[in-house]
């Protein structure tokens, strides 16, 4: 049963309008709106600075005497919306009561950059930590929706480029494949208040460009179900049954169980889309937010 805050919360995704039939979407519009949202307050202690990081803008969200490592968190919003700015209610909470520093990266976004300026730039700030004094084996690579999946882009990335593994990755509420469709895209299109049908439809043109194909869209790095993990740092993966993308986690965390791989799965109950960045709000995301570090730090 969903928290009393989190049945009040889809009510109000519920009555938001979708844009009408035939109509293109306003992405600039909708960065507007979301950036004249005001920020959570920074907590007394909490230290909250602009940085460069690998050449991208970002976020580093420190507390004196946090000691348990370091999480880079990657922001969701379809790959079109959202920055370290608006995810700072789950950057500053995870400063200030799960004993972890933080840095939140921005990245360019579609449909005027497409696929894959999105992992080339979370990869460059990645590969900038080292100049922060911050080693990849300290760090938890964190994000949700598109930036839950943009974690596993960015493990799979650090293999291949040989930079070695980050010590977990959690991922809330992932798209893992960008081609194609599970049964929860359509299942639940009534219960996911927040994404609606927005995942019934195609990324292909907004995200990835007309001209892209299904194989480019099936690349193990836009659509992480199509990799091997062998090799890859420990995964959380953590997703509410109401959500069209439920089985996109349903199916990442089978395919690794088979594999061997350490992962663990948490399903919240009825919450809304990518519920983990609202943890001052909702119980559910910190209920989730301390299952993740209860299986980090059980590794």
């Not at 994000?143 to 010590?167: F, M, W």
């Amino acid at each position: 049963m969903p928290s009393l805050q989190a049945i009040m919360l889809n009510k109000l995704f519920a009555k938001i309008p979708g844009d009408p039939p035939g109509t293109e979407h306003d992405y600039v519009a909708e960065r507007a709106r979301n950036a004249e949202r005001k920020p959570p307050k920074t907590p007394a202690g909490v230290i909250l600075e602009e940085i460069t990081v690998g050449g991208q803008h970002a976020e580093r969200t420190t507390k004196p005497g946090n000691d348990k490592g370091w999480v880079f968190y990657i922001h969701g919003g379809g790959f079109t919306t959202g920055s370290a700015k608006e995810r700072r209610a789950i950057t500053l909470y995870i400063a200030d009561k799960c004993g972890y520093n933080v840095i939140s990266v921005d990245y360019r976004l579609a449909p005027e950059n497409k696929w894959p300026a999105m992992p080339e730039d979370v990869l460059a700030g990645c590969k900038g930590l080292e100049e922060l004094g911050i080693s990849l084996s300290d760090v938890i690579f964190m994000g949700e929706s598109a930036g839950g999946t943009l974690v596993l882009s960015l493990a799979l990335l650090c293999r291949q480029e040989g930079l070695g593994q980050p010590k977990a990755v959690a991922t809330y509420s992932p798209c893992v494949r960008q081609a194609g469709h599970y049964p929860s895209h359509f299942d639940n299109i009534k219960t996911d208040t927040m994404l609606k049908d927005a995942v019934s439809k195609s990324l292909a043109e907004p995200v990835f460009g007309a001209d892209t194909t299904e194989e480019d869209m099936l690349d193990p790095i836009a659509s992480p179900i199509m990799a091997d993990y062998t090799g890859i740092a420990p995964i959380f993966i953590s997703v509410s049954d109401a959500e069209t993308l439920y089985d996109d986690s349903r199916v990442l965390y089978e395919k690794l169980m088979r594999a061997g791989h350490k992962t663990e799965l948490d399903v919240a109950k009825g919450v809304c889309h990518a519920f983990q960045m609202l943890p001052n709000m909702l119980p559910e995301a910190r209920k989730s937010i301390a299952k993740t570090f209860a299986f980090i730090e059980s590794l």
